[in-house]
């Protein structure tokens, strides 16, 4: 339950990059305020999300299962209504998140 605590900071971060990006232009995308219109980022996005969320909460087949049958259509749905900006935010912090959980936690588990 400890991978949950993050959540509340993620929002926060989700929150000030989506009114940060408005108007700016990068590669590949007209307008980092703008939603995804070829949904590249929010699938990126759901899909490091959910191997953080197998890698920190699924230890059991029963909860791995929740995860990606449950969690994983809700928190995609959620990152379809985020902009360019907030999914790529998203994307980079559950990249991280993803590969070092293991790390850190791996020794630990019983």
Known sequence: M???VFLPITM???????????????IGF????SKDASFITPIL????????FQLTLGGTR??????????MPLIGYLF???NVAANIYVLFGSHFCSF???????PYKK
Request: proline share 2%.
């Open 2 to 4: 400890l991978a949950l």
């Open 12 to 26: 926060l971060g989700i929150s000030a990059v989506s009114m940060a990006s408005e108007g700016y232009v990068a």
């Open 30 to 33: 007209s307008n980092l305020g």
């Open 45 to 52: 996005a759901t899909a490091f999300a959910g191997l953080y």
């Open 62 to 71: 029963r909860a791995a299962i929740i995860i990606w049958a449950l969690v």
């Open 80 to 82: 379809l209504a985020l």
């Open 100 to 106: 070092n959980a293991p790390l850190y936690w791996g």
